[in-house]
């Protein structure tokens, strides 16, 4: 890493990598036969206060799952969303 800031990015990282392991987030585990695991990349951002100084640095540990192929690494999708009407009348009938 060659920014001026590297050490507080190597800082953020540690601190990022530190709250995977203490919310065991994930776990490791040998790979199957013939399936590639999904890639992974650093995310970096400078938090401004409202004066516009530097008051934090951000990394995030972020899936490449945009490089996954369906019907090859993927099979289905999805995503389970609540119609906002539904929980509006849930609401009321528990009220």
Known sequence: MSDIDSDKWLEAMKF????????QVWTLVDSPKGVKP??????YKRKLGADG???????RLM??????RPGVDIEETYSPVAITKSI????????
Do not use: H, P
């Open 16 to 23: 990022e990598m530190d709250l995977i392991d203490s919310n």
């Open 38 to 43: 999904i890639g992974c990349k650093w995310v």
């Open 53 to 59: 100084e530097v008051t934090a640095f951000k990394a």
């Open 63 to 68: 899936a490449k799952g945009y490089t996954q």
């Open 88 to 95: 509006r009348i849930l609401f009321a009938i528990a009220t």
